[in-house]
Antibody, heavy 117, light 108 residues
Framework: QVQLVESGGGVVQPGGSLKVSCKAS????????MHWVRQAPGRGLEWVTF????????QYTDSVKGRFTISRDNSKNTLYLQMKSLRPEDTAVYYC??????????WGQGTLVTVSS | AVRMTQSPSSFSASTGDRVTITCRAS??????LAWYQQEPGKAPKLLIY???TLQSGVPSRFSGSGSGSDYTLTISSLQSEDFATYYC??????????FGQGTKLEIK
């Protein structure tokens, strides 16, 4: 069965950096694009970034451009999100999601990133 | 950017009720619409894609319809497990998908 397991969340000070990971299993990871979606406490879902199956066609929402970097290692079935210059408004649960394609058919359980001094 | 507006933002209903949630896009999205269900503390779950296609394993009481910029999610007979928050999402501008603000369905 498809499983996506995020890790690496935690508390970081404003201006700091953090890298979260998403380990995939149960499907051929190298055949599918992947998304990161976040959800601030008590708020709705916000699409953050996408990477194509081969690492190409990377896209970001405007608020994270230049600060966040998505990447993947198909040999390790793992998706990454490197976050720099973090702001309090980046505080959220970060979900990785498998592209179906186009819709998102499987989601991880999420990892909480808290930006606070 | 395509903006998605859901209505209502929240409402109360009873088990057995038929309910409809509406999602309006700021422009036509040619049926490139998905619906997700999110229970408290859990990840979202895909219910419907391509506006009306039921994802495998989703109960048939869920249905979707619409075209152009206006779409609906209908639950024909509410069950206790359906009380959750529902999100629409457009992928017309794939991969830069955008979500509606959510509709919270509560027990009356």
């Amino acid at each position: 069965q498809v499983q996506l397991v995020e890790s690496g969340g935690g508390v970081v000070q404003p201006g700091g950096s953090l890298k979260v990971s998403c380990k995939a299993s149960g499907f051929i990871f190298s055949n599918y694009g992947m998304h990161w979606v976040r959800q601030a406490p008590g708020r709705g879902l916000e699409w953050v970034t996408f990477i194509r199956f081969d690492g190409g066609n990377i896209q970001y929402t405007d608020s994270v451009k230049g600060r966040f970097t998505i990447s993947r290692d198909n040999s390790k079935n793992t998706l990454y999100l490197q976050m720099k210059s973090l702001r309090p408004e980046d505080t959220a649960v970060y979900y990785c999601a498998k592209d179906s394609p186009q819709a998102m058919d499987y989601w991880g359980q999420g990892t909480l990133v808290t930006v606070s001094s | 950017a395509v903006r998605m507006t859901q209505s209502p933002s929240s409402f109360s209903a009873s088990t057995g009720d038929r309910v409809t949630i509406t999602c309006r896009a700021s422009q036509g999205i040619n049926g490139h619409l998905a619906w997700y269900q999110q229970e408290p503390g859990k990840a979202p779950k895909l219910l419907i894609y391509a506006a009306s296609t039921l994802q495998s394993g989703v109960p048939s009481r869920f249905s979707g319809s619409g075209s152009g910029s206006d779409y609906t999610l209908t639950i024909s007979s509410l069950q206790s497990e359906d009380f959750a928050t529902y999100y629409c999402q457009q992928y017309y501008t794939y991969p830069m998908n955008t979500f509606g603000q959510g509709t919270k369905l509560e027990i009356k």
